[in-house]
């Protein structure tokens, strides 16, 4: 399908229902469909088309090393996709549906494009908890590869505007379901073997809470190869140089704030974790599309879902 002219259609309320069938149509057609997830809108189209999955790539310009999340409904879909072994199986328990990615060995016979592993001999797996996104997983009969709905290394999309932004004439349809609650992406554990587990990208769900299921005694170093999304080292960039752990901005410089440290915006005037981690990206489109040709942003404490926020900001400075 051609995405030159793109269609956004209201997923909210009672326009939920004939919106997400209409995306499922374009899904099944192998289109692209722009929607949201907790976390941030994503991209999504059938997993098992080669061309449907190449519209991905194309779309958001994506290195092909870079591999995509595959969305599913349960854990038996993803069950028919890779194989769980009992750490897995207790992520899942715990943490299905919401913002968990699980890195596993592809099923040989998984009924899954190439291009989604990206060559690798795993899979990245989630099953979300958004209504509108689980709604279109349903109503298509398939599961979706969706990364972030935008262009690749830019700014994650925190609400359709953003999508709109970045990808319109490029996609088929945005389905427009709001603001993002979570606004970071999903944390990536891929499960070792034997008990141990590795972080690969931290997000909302924090590492202290993997620690308590499967041991802090059994993480083990993430490596050095691309194993999961958002692992490059330069990524979230709002296209100008930005200065982190600043307490004031330079004249130059467009301020984003954090607790008692103002700014031009601010992630929580308060201080709360959870409230920046759900303003980030907006905040770095608004320091993206201001005047100023530089950002600060304030210092944000590295514990819970401030690893998570520090992990964006870090590769948005590289």
């Not at 976390?39 to 092909?64: C, E, M, S």
């Not at 090393?65 to 715990?94: G, K, M, S």
């Not at 899954?112 to 797996?125: D, E, M, N, Q, R």
Request: aromatic share 4%; glycine share 8%; net charge neutral.
């Amino acid at each position: 399908m051609s995405g030159t002219k793109t269609k956004c259609l209201s997923a909210e309320g009672e326009t939920l229902g004939p919106a997400v069938a209409q995306a499922a149509a374009v899904i099944r057609a192998g289109g692209t469909v722009a929607v949201p997830t907790e976390t941030v809108y994503g991209l999504a189209a059938r997993a098992d088309d080669d061309l449907a999955v190449a519209a991905i790539y194309r779309a958001k310009g994506r290195p092909d090393f870079n591999p995509l999340i595959v969305h599913v409904a349960d854990l038996a879909q993803a069950e028919t996709i890779a194989d769980f072994d009992a750490p897995a199986r207790a992520l899942a328990a715990a943490f299905w549906p919401g913002p968990l990615t699980l890195v596993l060995p592809r099923r040989a016979e998984a009924r899954l494009c190439a291009a989604v592993s990206a060559g690798l001999p795993t899979v990245a797996l989630r099953c979300p908890a958004h209504p509108v996104m689980r709604a279109l997983i349903a109503a298509a009969g398939l599961p979706l590869a969706a990364p972030s709905a935008n262009r690749s290394g830019a700014v994650s999309p925190t609400d359709a505007a953003h999508v709109a932004a970045s990808l319109r004439g490029r996609i088929d349809l945005i389905l427009d379901g709001g603001t993002c609650a979570r606004g970071i992406e999903s944390t990536i554990v891929a499960p070792r073997g034997a008990g141990r587990w590795a972080v690969l990208r931290p997000g909302p769900i924090a590492r202290d809470q993997i620690a308590a299921l499967l041991g802090a005694e059994n993480e083990v170093p993430t490596g050095t190869g691309i194993e999961a999304p958002g692992q490059l080292a330069s990524h979230y960039a709002p296209g100008k140089p930005v200065r982190l752990n600043a307490a004031a901005p330079a004249a130059d410089e467009f301020m984003i704030g954090f607790g008692a440290v103002p700014g031009d915006v601010t992630l929580s005037a308060a201080g709360d974790l959870a409230e920046a981690a759900a303003r980030l990206y907006a905040c770095l489109h608004a320091a993206a599309a201001s005047a100023q040709p530089r950002a600060a942003i304030a210092p944000v404490p590295d514990h819970a879902i401030g690893e998570a926020i520090n992990d964006r900001l870090r590769r948005a400075a590289a």
